[in-house]
């Protein structure tokens, strides 16, 4: 005879702060998954972007997304190795070029499609892309100009005057010895795909050890390749961390066939510091920041990671102040170094490592405000700060969240210690990559995510997710580099990082998957994985906490259970997991996992323990659901 069923409520959000025997009621695990009105269900699925599925090279650090005054809307992406726009269903090639080597001769032998180049003191690095232009040829070889001016990614660096690249052909002629002339011209350096320990490099003093070989130890931090993105109007403003200031101009005739460049048709960056953290447009006021800056314009011995200098007003070339201009500079006092500054509703905001700061236009003769409005929240990195719905979120750097809406306030979490600490086989994050933490909102769903390496990987591997509408949390292993919410598009586009792929825009000769390569997604569409090799199934899961009769006192029997999904397409599947004690490891139910379609009304079972958990899946293609409640008919049966 069966009993009535009981309602089990579960609260929304997950809670990873004890153990599942002790959160009853609760959701203590789930990947790809979100609430909605307090359900959980599965997220969108995504969908590669772009022609012929292209990749782009390197690890993607910045995106952001604007749209010129023709209404064209353009996407700028910026990798560890380039710079690149998204347009229409396309990619172009914009990335800034470094000064030119003139001067450089070939070295070929017959049968080989290894050139070498000679030229003394050429300073370059295996995996740099470069560019030749300018070539001769003598009559020693078959290659002529037109196979030889092409991009290519240098291979080897034998000595300090020569380096190889790979030709798409074989020479057939009998070679030549430093023959020949071409000009070489660098892709502007950028930095690591990862952010390390210096070694090797650039890391210890030159000539300290044998050419090209890594140094055996170094507590020199390499920053990961890293850019930040905005825009003026229709104008890109692209810095390089650490780096110059550059610019692109979609309103420019041909645009995207021109460069970005410290003077791209008409606007000229060629007087901005040339070493800078990283900028920002002021939306209202129209001045360019650059934070963590030259004290001396020009003078990159002079950086300092908390010094602030601003442009004049509507001009981004204009830096020394004058009583006619709206230029000026300050240093923020709280803190080692500037980590991040974002534009709120009416104010820059702030984040050294330890404070944080508002700046607000007040105009001549003090043109800015610079008011300390927080101490001890410090952020993690660059991009792990999000503004959305008239509020400011960000990562600490010591563990926690906090939001900025008028006051700094600290962000309770259910799931802080899963993210930030290691323990009992999970894995926190990575501090050490802390430069490749990306943070966005996705106001579809209200909600802020932060993309994060977790300590045994050096690249971004999971995900948090806070729910501003209903102040929950859930965790995934969703690993984008980058996120753009929607806005100039209907959809977030993101990018993922495939380090032992081979990027296949640009056409580069002879390249390597050295760098790895990024591939562009637009997210929230259907309920699968698109992509170039296919489309694959979203694995997506939430589990609960047990729960039990009379606080475990007693063994229950679990007869039967009623599903209710708000929403099912196709099948889900409904594992519950037993135990005899919290100690336990908890095993299947006997006749489980249990599938459940829409027309299943009950599921009989056979599940007796005094420990109980629920757990909600599907791994098939075109799957997806929405839970709604849990029913169970369960009695106590005894003590043993």
């Not at 509408?469 to 859930?474: A, D, R, V």
């Amino acid at each position: 005879m069966y009993m009535a069923l009981k309602k089990v409520n579960f609260a929304a959000g997950f809670n990873k702060q004890s153990v599942p025997s002790a959160l009853p009621g609760q959701w203590v695990d789930g990947d790809f998954v979100r609430f909605r009105y307090t359900a959980p269900e599965k997220i969108g699925g995504w969908q590669q972007l772009t022609l012929a599925s292209k990749t782009l090279p390197g690890a993607a650090r910045a995106q952001v997304a604007f749209t010129s005054l023709a209404g064209e809307k353009y996407t700028a992406i910026g990798t560890s190795q380039g710079l690149f726009l998204f347009y229409g269903d396309d990619f172009f090639d914009i990335t800034p070029l470094d000064t030119p080597i003139t001067g450089c001769t070939f070295t070929t032998a017959n049968g080989s499609r290894t050139i070498t180049i000679n030229k003394a003191s050429h300073g370059l690095k295996v995996g740099r892309y470069i560019t030749l232009s300018a070539t001769t040829i003598t009559a020693a070889s078959n290659f002529t100009t037109a196979i030889i001016n092409q991009t290519y990614e240098i291979l080897t660096v034998p000595t300090a005057g020569t380096f190889t690249i790979q030709a798409s052909t074989a020479e057939t002629g009998s070679g030549m010895t430093a023959a020949g002339a071409t000009t070489v011209t660098p892709y502007v350096e950028i930095g690591p795909t990862t952010q390390t320990a210096g070694y090797g490099w650039g890391t210890s003093s030159w000539g300290a050890s044998t050419w090209n070989t890594p140094r055996a130890t170094s507590t020199v931090v390499l920053d990961a390749g890293n850019w930040s993105l905005d825009n003026y109007g229709q104008v890109l403003v692209a810095t390089i961390f650490n780096g110059k200031t550059f610019t692109w101009n979609a309103g420019a005739s041909g645009a995207r066939g021109i460069r970005a460049s410290t003077s791209t048709s008409g606007i000229v960056t060629t007087n901005n510091p040339t070493a800078t953290r990283f900028t920002l447009v002021s939306d209202r006021d129209r001045h360019l920041f650059h934070f963590g800056t030259e004290t001396t314009i020009g003078d990159t011995t002079t950086q300092d990671p908390m010094f602030v200098r601003f442009s004049n007003q509507e001009d981004l070339n204009t830096y020394f102040p004058t009583a006619t201009n709206t230029a000026g500079f300050f240093t923020l006092d709280t803190g080692n170094e500037i980590r991040a500054a974002l534009q709120g509703k009416d104010y820059v905001f702030v984040l050294t490592d330890l404070a944080a700061y508002v700046i607000q236009y007040v105009g001549p003769p003090f043109t800015f405000s610079v008011r300390q409005v927080g101490t001890n929240c410090g952020c993690i990195s660059q991009h792990s700060v999000s503004y959305v719905n008239g509020a400011i979120y960000w990562m600490s750097n010591e563990g926690g969240f906090f939001m900025y809406d008028g006051t700094v306030k600290s962000l309770p979490c259910l799931v802080e210690d899963f993210v930030f600490t290691s323990n009992n086989g999970n894995l926190g994050i990575n501090y050490n990559s802390s430069d490749v933490i990306y943070s966005s909102p996705n106001s579809l769903y209200t909600e802020v995510n932060w993309f994060y390496p977790t300590a045994d990987s050096e690249q971004v591997n999971r995900c948090v997710t806070y729910n501003y509408s209903e102040n929950l949390w859930t965790t995934s292993t969703l690993d984008r580099t980058t996120y753009q919410d929607q806005g100039v598009y209907n959809l977030p586009y993101a990018t993922d990082y495939e380090d032992s792929n081979t990027p296949v825009f640009p056409e580069i000769l002879g390249i390597t998957n050295l760098h790895g390569a990024s591939i562009y997604y637009a997210h929230e569409i259907g309920t699968d994985q698109i992509n170039s090799t296919g489309t694959t199934s979203i694995n997506a899961f939430i589990r609960s906490g047990d729960f039990d009769i009379e606080d475990g006192e007693i063994f229950m029997s679990m007869r039967r259970f009623m599903p209710d999904y708000k929403l099912l397409i196709g099948n889900s599947k409904v594992t519950l997991f037993i135990s005899d004690f919290p100690s336990d490891s908890q095993t299947s139910s006997p006749l489980g996992p249990f599938t459940i379609n829409s027309t299943t009304d009950k599921v009989d079972t056979r599940a007796r323990g005094r420990l109980l958990s629920l757990k909600i899946e599907n791994d098939a293609l075109g799957e997806t659901w929405r839970y709604g409640s849990f029913r169970m008919d369960a009695q106590p049966d005894g003590r043993r």
